[in-house]
């Protein structure tokens, strides 16, 4: 018998056996794969993953997503990177509050136990659109001062799973930035005299507004509409709270960048 036909018998022994077993050698598509995760937390009945934890002296909780609407290899990218961001926050948090190392008499100074714990929360709003998917995450953090601290972390994801820049949806050298903060600027004012009534704009810190990359740092696009949020202190004081500032892309678009709307 030739060395062929024995490999064919072979092969062909290895079948049965495995159809008699009960195995069926069926590709799994890459859709119905186990997709790899950062964060071991649950899948909530609305579809997204909430992650918790519970110590002595600090309680964390934190939404990410189960899917985005990219697709494939660029849907597992986002959301990796998602889940990898929220990890650091979650680090930090622990570094910063210096829990594993607390002495008796830490705990007894700051009254720390059951009733009186650090908080770190995190949850996210989605924002889709023809070319991206972003996600504003509201992160809320009581480390026992006298009122809790909130930022943002957004993230603006293009089809291939690629983080997106602020500065890559415009012209390469245009002063985006002056036109942003031209809009943004006009916008808090407005919304300042709304909430706590007329004059309240004298009030607001401008230094939060003026055309940097870090003061323009968190933004999402939903739709045609560009989105930037300024956390509580950043142009006025905490009792204003937050602010979001939509801008149409139709109104920058002498200097988007082609592809962007």
């Given amino acids: 018998m030739s060395s062929t036909r024995i490999i064919n018998v072979i092969l062909i022994a290895l079948a049965v056996g495995l ?33 918790s934890e519970t110590a002595d002296y600090y309680t964390i ?10 697709q494939g290899a660029a849907d597992i990218k986002a959301r990796l990177t998602v889940e990898q961001a929220i990890a650091a926050q979650i680090a930090q948090f622990k570094q910063d509050g210096n829990f594993a190392n607390l002495t008796p008499e830490d ?31 509201a992160i809320y953090a009581d480390t026992l001062g006298a009122h809790p601290n909130g930022y943002f972390l ?3 994801f293009d089809q291939t799973g690629a983080t997106t820049t602020l500065a890559s949806l415009f012209t390469p050298g245009s002063d985006y930035l002056t036109r942003l903060s031209q809009l943004a600027t006009a916008q808090v004012l407005r919304q300042l005299d709304d909430r706590l009534g007329a004059g309240a704009a004298n009030e607001a810190s401008l230094d939060g507004l003026a055309p940097t990359a870090d003061n323009f740092q968190n933004f999402t696009i939903e739709g045609d ?3 930037i949020f300024f956390p ?25 960048a082609p592809g962007v709307r």
């Fill in 225 to 227: 509409t560009l989105h």
């Fill in 19 to 51: 159809v008699a077993w009960g195995v069926t050698l069926v590709p799994v598509p890459a859709s119905q794969q186990p997709v790899p995760h950062i964060l071991a937390g649950q899948q909530m009945p609305a579809g997204n993953y909430h992650y």
């Fill in 107 to 137: 705990v007894q100074i700051q009254g720390l136990g059951p009733d009186r714990k650090y908080a770190l929360g995190m949850e996210y709003q989605e924002f889709p659109s023809a070319h991206y998917d972003s996600f504003l995450y």
């Fill in 232 to 256: 509580p202190y950043q142009v006025a004081a905490y009792a204003a709270g937050a602010f979001d500032v939509a801008i149409p892309l139709s109104s920058l678009s002498d200097i988007l």
């Fill in 61 to 70: 909780d934190a939404d990410y997503p189960a899917t985005t609407t990219l």
């Fill in 154 to 156: 957004t993230f603006v």
